[in-house]
């Protein structure tokens, strides 16, 4: 705690001087991060003919590649004359650091021109304006999309400004095998009795997972039963108060968990991978489409199901952001617009590939075009009125920091 | 005098790689460790990244730890590979070659993957087990993989290094030390005279010279500990490397300094074995 402690006052201080830095020599350099796009679609679209953008993307679910892959690289191709080149990253952190370390050496020409991204990736790049912009407002295709509304407007809490590109929604789901669990936990106090008496059958991601920091929020939602004071800017006193009952909780189930809770599966994969053996009866997914693909692949039980916790279950928005030093940034420009085309976004949400939930605001779409974003298939799947009836909002970033600081010293460690 | 500057010329590329690449690499991680990066603005130096590390529980865990798998990986490594040496001694070049090359040639990535194929509960191992009816659940498979005692990562280690310290072992065995053999052999000692008066310090250098080698890799390496071991406490490099990927920058002196801090412990440890092999050549 004290160590935690130490590195914000650093934090702090580092931060400010690093704003009078910048204030100081403001006038003399342009940044490209401060300025935003000028050119009109049209121009943007001719510049980037025959020119090539490196998309930067978790490289962890191959549905999501084969959806790049085959999907949108022969499209731009066909239709922009773009070559599309997707480096897969194992975490996104990895891609921030390397703009971190390049914004660091001034390094003005990157290799980055479009990076898939949400929540805390995001603001510590706007902290540091490794994002170029506003741009993202400007699209043809953005008159899709509802910019009104806090859940595009606010990335985890984090005004967005038009410095990245919506591309997708998710939102929390759990997953139980009916064949053996007949009553799948809803709640926390429900999944303490769950865990007693089937112990070793259930565990979570280890936090920084992104879906292990998930499970981690919604045991906060549940344990406090609160969610408003997290959508407040970060406040210690609160935090103090409210954040040990959910240690508490997860400590007392961790010796009725997967191995003891000895160790955790370090990846969503890797809990999807204990699920698909048999090991454990409970996974978790941050896409709700996740369960039927996986039974259409034949990777999991027939009897696999999707559900909600009572209260509902998070969702958040993940966007693409064009890098300060991005070489071609008309190109990721003109990338991101088809990404958010209702073709494209239709195809995305096809539960058999990635599944994706759309980022478009399907109200605002020409009718014709409407009835193509059907109800899920699958009786793995939930109807999407179900979903949408359940969502909670992310707490704000800073909070979800904290919170992962404290479970590897609390529960982790301990 | 031209052979001097033939030697300086030979020597100066591989230098220059190692000057260029190593050296500076380290001098940048010292820099970062003191907390200098103009970046973010910190242009000041400090220790107190080394402070906060040196008094967290943590680095002291993660050491132990590093030690524990090194020294066992290591020690387990040295002895089956001088008994695999003696066993394969008088075997053809070719035998030898089939059952110590081939393993090195595989990738510690790839190994670690295998092992874990194997013993996970619900690998082969487990299925194998279960099929003649040793067990009937996953979970009562001994669980090697993510756990306290980071067997698998030793066994990967293991399954690694003896065919390495082997073939140095194999290779001074058939240097010298078969003719030294004969001759003790004629003067009447007996074998276990002959191994440790004649055979084991012909090969002592070699052994030494490749569990130090071990040691050290074992100590800096990240793959292996990285895909097998558990969540906490991890191995120092890991543990690194979680703090280097840490989104916030503040940590990354904190990740520098427990790179440099591996550096020295490595650099010590083998000052202090080198130490103590002269000693023992002494003796």
Redesign the interface.
């Known amino acids: 705690m004290k ?1 935690r402690a ?2 914000l006052v ?2 702090a201080a ?1 931060l400010s ?2 704003i ?2 910048c204030g100081n020599t403001g006038g003399g350099t342009d940044n490209a991060g401060s300025q935003g796009e000028d050119r009109s679609f049209a121009e943007l679209e001719e510049e980037a003919r025959g020119t090539t953008i490196n998309l930067s993307i978790y490289g962890g679910d191959e549905a999501i590649n084969a959806y790049v892959d085959d999907y949108v690289t022969p499209r731009l191709k066909e239709e922009y004359g773009i070559t599309l080149e997707r480096t897969p990253l194992t ?1 996104t ?2 891609a ?2 390397k703009l ?2 390049e ?3 001034g390094k003005e020409e990157g290799t980055i021109d479009l990076v898939w991204l949400n929540g ?2 995001f603001a ?1 790049g706007a902290e ?1 304006d490794l994002w170029f912009g506003p741009w993202a407002e400007r699209l043809p295709n953005a008159e899709y999309i509802d910019w009104e509304s806090p859940s595009i407007n606010r990335d985890f809490g984090y005004p967005v400004e038009g410095r990245e590109a919506p591309w997708g929604k998710a939102q929390f789901v759990m997953i139980y095998d009916s064949a053996k669990v007949e009553d799948p936990p809803k709640s926390m106090d429900e999944l303490r009795d769950w865990t007693a008496e089937n112990p ?1 059958r259930f565990t979570y991601p ?1 936090p920084p997972d992104f879906t292990g920091n998930a499970f981690v929020e919604q045991a906060l939602y549940g344990t406090t039963g609160e969610v408003e004071p997290f959508q407040q800017p970060f406040d210690q006193q609160t935090f103090d108060e409210k954040s040990p009952e959910v240690y508490e909780f997860l400590n007392e189930i961790e010796p009725k968990l997967w ?1 003891e809770g ?3 599966p ?1 990846s969503s994969s890797k809990l999807d991978e204990l699920y698909q ?3 454990v009866w409970l996974s978790m997914s941050y896409n709700p489409q996740l369960a039927q693909r996986q039974i259409n692949k034949g990777l999991w039980p027939e009897s696999t199901r999707t559900y909600l916790l009572d209260g509902g279950t998070l969702n958040n928005t993940h966007y693409v952001a064009i890098p300060f030093n991005s070489p071609n940034k008309a190109g990721a420009q003109v990338v991101a617009n088809f990404l958010e085309s209702p073709e494209a976004q239709i195809a995305k949400q096809d539960p058999n590939g990635w599944g994706d939930l759309t980022a478009l605001d399907v109200d605002r779409l020409p009718e014709d075009v409407r009835k193509e974003f059907s109800e899920p298939e699958g009786e793995a799947t939930l109807p999407a009125d179900e979903l949408q009836e359940n969502r909670l909002p992310e707490a704000r970033s800073e909070w979800l ?1 904290e919170l992962e600081d404290g479970w ?1 010293e609390k529960v ?2 301990e | 005098m031209g052979g001097r500057i033939k030697i300086a010329l030979l020597l100066a590329p591989a230098l220059l790689v190692i000057g260029v690449l190593f050296a500076s690499g380290l001098f940048a991680a010292v820099v970062q460790s003191l907390g200098y ?6 242009t000041e130096i400090s220790f ?1 990244a080394y402070r ?1 590390v040196l008094t ?1 529980g ?1 680095f002291l865990n993660s050491f132990l730890l590093t030690i524990y798998v090194a020294g066992a990986s290591t020690g387990i490594s040295t002895v089956l590979a001088v008994l695999a040496a003696l066993a394969l001694r008088w075997s053809s070049e070719r035998l030898s070659a089939i059952v110590f090359q081939l393993p090195i040639t595989i990738p510690h990535l790839v190994a670690a993957v295998g092992i874990a194929l194997v013993v996970s ?2 690998g082969l191992g487990a299925r194998f087990a279960a099929t003649l009816g040793l067990i009937g659940e ?2 009562e498979f001994p ?1 090697l993989l ?3 005692y980071s067997v698998g990562i030793i066994l990967t280690y293991v399954w690694k290094e003896v065919p390495f310290i082997a073939l140095v072992v194999l290779a001074s065995l058939r240097g010298v030390a078969g003719e030294l053999e004969d001759v003790a052999r004629t003067l009447g000692a007996n074998a276990w005279q002959r191994f440790w008066y004649v055979v084991f310090p012909v090969i002592s250098p070699g052994i030494i010279a490749a569990s130090l080698i071990v040691f050290a890799f074992t100590f800096g390496a990240f793959e292996v500990p990285y895909l097998l071991g ?4 991890t191995i120092l490099p890991v543990m690194a490397y979680n703090e ?8 990354r002196p904190v990740a520098m300094a427990i790179n440099v801090l591996i550096a020295l412990i490595t650099a010590v440890f083998a000052a202090l074995y080198l130490r103590l092999a002269k000693d023992l050549g002494r003796g």
């Open positions: 160590f130490l590195v650093v934090l580092t001087v690093f009078a830095a975490d952190a990895d921030v650091n971190l370390n914004k660091s050496a805390e990736n510590t540091a070793g280890a191995r000895e160790t955790y370090e053996n048999g090991e920091l590897q982790l460690k | 990066m103009p970046a973010i603005g910190q107190g906060d967290d943590d509960q619900t996953p979970a669980a993510y756990d306290r558990k969540t906490y406490p280097y990927r840490d989104i916030e920058l503040t940590a």
